[in-house]
């Protein structure tokens, strides 16, 4: 039998062997440590013990989750404005009897293709997606009525109908852009796997979300080591005909999670020594 906890990492499915995971926790705050040692991300205070946390998305090459989501928020804050300027440009073919290329179908746009390929396990992010897509389809579906009207000689009707999402429609899609926006980078929702080396030490390691504890023979995975050199922490890749699974090398960590040298840290104006304690 091999039981394994599965967790995510940006996207990819990682485990590691039950009996090594102590706890699972939230990483509501992350201790500040003066160090350049490799993937060390800070410490977390459990139970007045600060422990060493590592970050997988490092280990792995990937950027930090606060990173990549402030990227995201740059190429929405572009999706914005490309939005403001359609509405912009429906105007003017409307007002002016100019030719009208920008998109019409929402899956098309830029934003659109961003909308329905993205995908998050985060239940905050995905309620505030779904209240996007109405808006956002009732921006596009503007284009045929206005210049429908435009044709018919109804220019006023279809620039008041513009005017007018401009000043509702367009104006939720905006606040609700803002909103998910800030839901980004300031509730990250991130989790710390808690664990205890042989020798009864601990340290953790911050992963996106949880997902279940697996029996990799039960599901019918089969264990390959090809290709694990290129990523030094993965030790086993699993695999069956529906999804592959990385093993993360408790050897590797557990050498990451090593005591020796920390430095001490100041928690709550009391210093401390970060411990992967006992």
């Not at 991130?190 to 042989?198: A, K, T």
Request: charged content about 25%.
């Amino acid at each position: 039998m091999k039981q394994v906890l599965t967790f995510e990492v940006r996207g990819k499915a990682f485990c590691l062997p039950v009996g090594i995971v102590d706890e699972i926790v939230p990483l509501s705050a992350v201790v500040e440590i003066p160090t350049h040692r490799a993937h060390l991300r800070g410490g977390v205070n459990v139970r007045s013990s600060v422990l060493p946390l590592f970050d997988v998305r490092s280990m792995v090459g990937d950027p930090g989750l606060l990173a990549e989501r402030q990227e995201l928020v740059a190429a929405l804050s572009q999706r914005e404005q490309e939005h403001i300027d359609w509405l912009e440009a429906l105007e003017s073919a409307v007002r002016d009897g100019k030719p009208f290329r920008k998109a019409t179908d929402p899956t098309q746009c830029a934003f659109g293709k961003w909308f329905y390929s993205f995908h998050t396990a985060d239940e905050s992010l995905r309620r505030l997606l779904q209240k996007l897509e109405e808006p956002h389809k009732e921006i596009h579906g503007l284009a045929s009525i206005a210049l429908s009207l435009a044709r018919e000689g109804k220019s006023d009707e279809g620039l008041a109908r513009i005017e007018s999402a401009r000043a509702n429609v367009l104006a939720k899609l905006l606040a609700l852009l803002g909103e998910f926006k800030s839901v980004l980078v300031n509730d990250l929702r991130e989790l710390g796997l808690l664990l205890r080396c042989p020798d009864g030490s601990r340290y953790a390691i911050a992963v996106d979300s949880v997902e279940n504890i697996r029996d990799l023979n039960t599901d019918r995975f089969q264990e390959s080591r090809d290709n694990v050199h290129a990523i030094p922490v993965v030790s086993r890749v699993w695999a069956n005909e529906q999804e592959t699974i990385l093993e993360l090398d408790i050897d590797y960590l557990g050498a990451l999670g090593d005591s020796t040298n920390l430095p001490s840290v100041d928690v709550d104006g009391d210093s401390k020594i970060l411990t992967s304690a006992r």
